[in-house]
């Protein structure tokens, strides 16, 4: 038998005396442990108003309206993170008001991730709001903000963004469904698949919608009735989320150098400098002797504008005819084959005898290329291709900051080909930074 003190009483506590125990006695044994949960998830969860003192929130208000006077990028990107921690309704629209004007990388990225933090109710309903119905802009800043926020009700989120009308936005919602690796958006994305085939678009989001379902299942199929078919199997195991075999994806599409073209809204942006004269020697191959790889026993076809001009030749060639194209020259300045983009299948001549009269000279107006490229409205995908470093107009670091501004809104992938001497860490940098890849050429 044991004694204990309860509500100042001395109380026996046994077998034969549990029954003259007060019936308050096990309501608080209980509540005991009930606070002690509540305490533990107060202090672990985040406040759901967490409002700055007034006098803070002035001073960083005045803080932040200085750095913007003065043009101060770090003190402006740091300001908005900490702005941020009011978890306001009011500080959520200046934040996303910002994102949307502010078109510099640094204050971009602070306000994606100063947009993460609300979680009151207002805040975050507005947010929502913008994210469901707001203007393309607001849309695409609060999807990429959102993209790797966990629970289940931002998948449906991105799944709705499927039925969009605006190409940025169908992209950029099949490109973080895949990311978020959610296997209920398989049905909706064979869908979207089915759609396109339907609409004969078998261009980048056709092949991107493909990319997401191999990435989700592991497996790869090029018409929308064969992945139906192999998701009716896999729906009636016991384990149909389960990610199977991989199989590598399938690329379908006219090569141009080292990569598969299969987009169907394609500008091509070619170098034609004075170093594109060069004379490049073999790689490799019966060719590749050191007697025979001199610049003055190279043939006429190892020169670098000979080379790009061959390529661009065949892969216009072998271009979808319901695709659209463009090309642009560049050396001092940019020279267009046409002022918008023209259907593959009534301009292949004329684009090619313009390929065919390219000659090099002048020096690499990179700048002026790329902005003349920005004018095609309908492209979703850039080639690059140069074998030097800019040398006419703005430097590469303005470059980025300018193609940053031109695209974080249109998404468009830009994919880089560098001959020997070109700037490879700005051309990957290019790349990587719109969701292409850099190539060497040799």
């Known amino acids: 038998m044991r004694k204990t003190v309860f509500f100042?009483?001395?109380?026996?506590?046994?077998?034969?005396?549990v029954k003259t125990c007060s019936p308050f006695f096990y309501f608080f044994q209980n509540i005991r442990w009930i606070c002690a949960l509540l305490s533990t998830y107060l202090l672990l969860s985040p406040p759901l108003s967490a409002k700055l003192p007034k006098?803070?929130?002035?001073?960083?208000?005045?803080?932040?309206?200085?750095?913007?006077?003065?043009?101060?990028?770090?003190?402006?990107?740091?300001?908005?993170?900490?702005?941020?921690?009011?978890?306001?309704?009011?500080?959520?629209?200046?934040?996303?008001?910002?994102?949307?004007?502010?078109d510099h990388p640094r204050i971009y990225r602070s306000c994606l991730f100063a947009l993460r933090k609300f979680n009151h109710p207002k805040a975050k309903a507005y947010l929502h709001s913008k994210l469901k119905n707001g203007t393309p802009p607001q849309q695409i800043i609060l999807m990429e903000a959102f993209q790797f926020q966990k629970g289940k009700e931002y998948t449906p989120k991105y799944i709705e963004k499927l039925r969009s009308s605006n190409p940025s936005i169908l992209r950029l919602a099949v490109e973080i469904l895949a990311k978020r690796q959610d296997p209920s958006a398989i049905p909706a994305l064979i869908q979207l698949l089915e759609k396109q085939q339907k609409r004969k678009r078998q261009g980048l989001l056709y092949f991107e919608i493909r990319k997401a379902l191999h990435r989700l299942t592991g497996q790869d199929f090029l018409t929308p009735q064969e992945w139906k078919q192999y998701w009716q199997q896999r729906?009636?195991?016991?384990?149909?989320?389960?990610?199977?075999?991989?199989?590598?994806?399938?690329?379908?599409?006219?090569?141009?150098?080292?990569?598969?073209?299969?987009?169907?809204?394609?500008?091509?942006?070619?170098?034609?400098?004075?170093?594109?004269?060069?004379?490049?020697?073999?790689?490799g191959g019966e060719n590749s002797s050191p007697s025979s790889n001199t610049p003055s026993n190279l043939p006429n076809s190892r020169m670098r504008i000979e080379r790009a001009k061959n390529q661009l030749i065949q892969v216009i060639s072998q271009?979808?005819?319901?695709?659209?194209?463009?090309?642009?020259?560049?050396?001092?300045?940019?020279?267009?084959?046409?002022?918008?983009?023209?259907?593959?299948?009534?301009?292949?001549?004329?684009?090619?005898?313009?390929?065919?009269?390219?000659?090099?000279?002048?020096?690499?107006?990179?700048?002026?290329?790329?902005?003349?490229?920005?004018?095609?409205?309908?492209?979703?995908?850039?080639?690059?291709l140069s074998d030097g470093e800019p040398t006419v107009g703005p430097g590469t670091g303005e470059i980025l900051d300018f193609v940053f501004k031109q695209n974080r809104f249109r998404k468009i992938k830009i994919y880089t080909m560098g001959f020997p001497g070109a700037n490879r860490q700005f051309m990957a940098t290019l790349a990587t930074n719109n969701g292409g890849k850099y190539s060497d050429i040799r």
């Open 8 to 17: 100042g009483r001395l109380e026996n506590i046994g077998e034969e005396s």
């Open 55 to 102: 006098k803070k929130l002035k001073r960083l208000l005045q803080r932040y309206n200085q750095a913007v006077r003065y043009e101060n990028i770090p003190k402006m990107a740091s300001l908005l993170e900490q702005l941020a921690e009011d978890n306001s309704l009011r500080m959520a629209k200046l934040i996303l008001k910002v994102a949307v004007s502010y």
């Open 319 to 384: 271009l979808p005819p319901a695709a659209y194209f463009n090309i642009i020259a560049f050396n001092d300045k940019a020279y267009y084959w046409s002022p918008r983009m023209k259907k593959a299948s009534t301009s292949r001549k004329s684009a090619i005898q313009w390929v065919r009269q390219l000659r090099p000279k002048g020096l690499t107006a990179t700048y002026a290329a790329l902005k003349q490229a920005f004018h095609n409205k309908k492209a979703d995908t850039f080639y690059l």
């Open 235 to 283: 729906k009636k195991k016991s384990s149909p989320y389960a990610r199977t075999v991989v199989r590598q994806i399938q690329k379908k599409g006219p090569r141009f150098f080292t990569e598969t073209v299969v987009s169907d809204r394609v500008v091509f942006i070619i170098d034609i400098s004075a170093s594109m004269e060069e004379k490049d020697p073999y790689q």
